[in-house]
Nanobody
Framework: QVQLVESGGGSVQAGGSLRLSCEAS????????MGWFRQAPGKEREGVAE???????YYVASVKGRFTISKDTAKNTLYLDMNSLKSDDTAMYYC??????????????????WGQGTQVTVSS
C-alpha cells in the first residue's frame, strides 16, 4: 500500500510562490497516475494537476501557466510549483495516486491513495 506524505504548504501573499512536495513510500511504477488535488472550506475537492503514464501533464484551467507539476523518480517524489498565487488558491492540497488508468482528467474517484494534505493560504 502506497503512503503519500505532503509538505511545503504555508502562508504567502498574493503573487507569491510555494513548492509542494509529495514523497511516496515506494517506487511509482505501480501507479498509473499521480496528481495534486485541493479542497477549500465548503467546496468539493477538485483536481489541480496530474501525470498519467503515457500522457502529457494535465492542469485545471484556473492554474495553467501558473502551476507546474513535476516528479523525481529517483526520489519517489512529486512536486507542484505554484507561482502568481491568488487568494482563490487557498485550500488544503492533497497528493494522490491511482493504480488504475484514470477514466478522465483529474477525476477524484479514479484515485485510490491519498496523502494527509498540506494547507496553502494566500492573503490578498
Amino acid at each position: 500500500q502506497v503512503q503519500l506524505v505532503e509538505s511545503g504548504g504555508g502562508s504567502v501573499q498574493a503573487g507569491g510562490s510555494l513548492r509542494l512536495s509529495c514523497e511516496a513510500s515506494e517506487a511509482s511504477e505501480y501507479n498509473r497516475a499521480m496528481g495534486w488535488f485541493r479542497q477549500a472550506p465548503g467546496k468539493e475537492r477538485e483536481g489541480v494537476a496530474e501525470f498519467v503514464r503515457g500522457r502529457s501533464p494535465y492542469y485545471v484551467a484556473s492554474v495553467k501557466g501558473r502551476f507546474t507539476i513535476s516528479k523525481d523518480t529517483a526520489k519517489n517524489t512529486l512536486y507542484l510549483d505554484m507561482n502568481s498565487l491568488k487568494s482563490d488558491d487557498t485550500a488544503m492540497y492533497y497528493c494522490a495516486a491511482a493504480t488504475g488508468l484514470p477514466r478522465r482528467p483529474l477525476l477524484v474517484s479514479d484515485y485510490n491513495y491519498w496523502g494527509q494534505g498540506t494547507q496553502v493560504t494566500v492573503s490578498s
